[in-house]
């Protein structure tokens, strides 16, 4: 049986805006919705994303949605509900010495140090609410959202069978908890944070058997794709570059396994459309149209080069 799946990173309000661009070029050109995949994985944003779509809303709701134009008024509250721009200030730093003092990849470290952030996270629990059933659980079987246990230094996809079994609501609160900005969820004693502070989309965490894969992840980019000028240099060297190297290592070892792993990423005439700095909420409507835009062309290159590596 071959087992096909969906992966999108973290992003925040502009990565998840591209995201849904590419997703809507992705089904254009290979004519298959989302929701047909047998799994759907997200990370942050990207948890965002396959809570509508494993409760029932296609790339074209979605696309909508952005545009202003939804007659759904579940999609209409959720993009008025979109954060702003600057977080509100948090509480002191709390430490977890264990996590900073670790050998983790990407971020991870760092979310030992990070303040307990301020933000109300009841938008995305409200969004959980609309796109589930009755007792919190996604209609579509396959929907997982990566979080980063900050105590036991390690990533969960909370809708796996050896995940923690918790509703739609507590899994996304958790993967969208970005350190400094969201408040940490506790889950059975332990503390979560967004999942992009270990991986952008943690496609390693897919099962072993997985055959084809499809990955969106809007905070990695191959070597030398960058947003132009000072900021882009700064938001390459401190999220980008470390993002795209640990989610290279990641693809290599699902590769290894005999996965074909096909990575949508964003060049640089995405990012020049983005711009360097992804929780923009004023930008979210003109980056949009520029990923409408752009996308299809990066979801052909990327069809077209098949499975190769990043570097």
Known sequence: ??????????????????????????????GIEP???????????????????GGGAGVDDLVAMHRGTTGDPRLKAHIADTPASLPPM?????????TVLSPAAGHARLAGLAPIGRADPSWLQRLADSF???????GHPGVRMVAYDVGRRRRVAFGAPEAPSVSVGSALRASWAIPGWMPPVRIFGHTYVDG?????????????????????????????HRVPGPSG?????????????VLAREIAEVRARGT?????????TDLI???????????????????????????ARALRAGDPPLA
Do not use: K
């Not at 929701?35 to 779509?53: F, P």
């Not at 792993?261 to 964003?266: F, N, Q």
């Not at 459309?273 to 996308?295: C, I, Q, V, W």
């Open 132 to 138: 589930t059933e009755e007792n919190g659980r996604s």
């Open 196 to 224: 992009g502070a270990a991986s952008t989309a943690s496609v390693d965490l897919l099962p072993e058997d997985t055959d084809l894969v499809y990955v969106v992840a809007s905070m990695a980019s191959e070597r030398g």
């Open 90 to 98: 948090p509480w002191p730093v709390t430490t977890h010495i264990r």
């Open 233 to 245: 240099l700064l938001e390459d060297r401190l999220l980008r570059r470390p993002m795209s190297a």
């Open 273 to 299: 459309g983005l711009g360097a700095y992804f929780m923009d909420r004023d930008r979210r409507p003109a980056a949009f149209e520029s990923a409408m835009t752009t996308a299809a062309e990066t979801v």
């Open 35 to 53: 929701a047909e995949w047998d799994i759907l994985q997200g990370t942050s944003a990207g948890a965002e994303i396959v809570t509508m779509l």
């Open 1 to 30: 049986m071959t087992t096909r799946a969906l992966v999108i990173g973290c992003g925040g309000t502009i990565g998840g805006a591209w995201s849904v661009a590419v997703l809507h070029a992705l089904r254009e050109q290979t």
């Open 260 to 268: 074909r792993v096909v990575p949508i990423l964003p060049t640089t």
